[in-house]
């Protein structure tokens, strides 16, 4: 079965300084993984994929995410934040054969100015 | 736009009465996909067509809700006897066959609120 673990509801940084988002999943088979955003009263935007391709996966605005497989990770990193950052973030996994997402209990971000 | 969208994007109920969504895929998009977020937690699977043939339910889906897709391109997710626990948005999502076929594009939501 597979699961997914977001280590922090809320993570709250200053504009420009780094953001990290950690999460950890658990899979019985190679996983597909994704990170999702979802701003208030918008949909869910797909802001990168990991597919086995590489490790270090980049994404839509400035977000990059790395896969860990002995580590089971999957956190999400972006150099400098942007006020246009606060949002609900969502880890995503995806067992190959299945067509269900799982995803986590989200990570909210706050940007303070 | 050629997104994934949905109608209504906000539906007020009374307890007992039947409500139904619709959701249109992005074209040529053959999976669609329905799920449900309650306030402070992320979406969770309810079921997946393929085409027109529905192939996948949640345990989450009882017997109150009902989801078509007739003629596998757009869908309606019913739900009868509304309780007050339906309260949430309904997601509804696409994806294309092929390689990228395990990537999920959402639409908008429609919250659900049952009085």
């Known amino acids: 079965a597979q699961s997914v673990t977001q280590l922090d509801s809320h993570v709250s940084v200053s504009e420009g300084t780094p953001v990290l988002l950690r999460c950890n999943y658990s899979s019985s088979y190679s996983p597909s993984l994704f990170w999702y955003v979802q701003h208030p009263n918008k949909g869910l935007q797909l802001l990168l994929k990991y597919t086995s391709a590489a490790t270090l996966v980049k994404g839509i605005n400035g977000f990059e995410a790395e896969f860990k497989k002995s580590e089971t990770s999957f956190h999400l990193t972006k150099p400098s934040a942007h006020m246009s950052d606060a949002a609900e973030y969502f880890c995503v996994v995806s067992e190959t054969g299945r067509r269900a997402l799982t995803f986590g209990s989200g990570t909210r971000l706050q940007v303070q100015p | 736009d050629t997104g994934v969208s949905q109608d209504p994007r906000h539906k007020i109920t009374k307890r007992g009465q039947n409500v139904t969504f619709r959701c249109d895929p992005i074209?040529?998009?053959?999976?669609l996909y329905w799920y449900r977020q309650t306030l402070g937690q992320g979406p969770e699977f309810l079921t997946y067509?393929?085409?027109?043939?529905?192939?996948?339910k949640s345990r989450l889906l009882s017997d109150r809700f009902s989801a078509e897709r007739p003629k596998g391109s757009f869908s309606t997710l019913e739900i009868q006897r509304t309780e007050q626990g339906d309260s949430a948005m309904y997601l509804c999502?696409?994806?294309?066959?092929?390689?990228?076929?395990?990537?999920?594009?959402f639409g908008p939501g429609t919250r659900l609120t049952v009085l």
């Open positions: 999502a696409s994806s294309q066959p092929g390689l990228d076929a395990d990537t999920q594009y």
């Open positions: 067509f393929q085409n027109e043939a529905q192939l996948e």
């Open positions: 074209s040529e998009h053959n999976r």
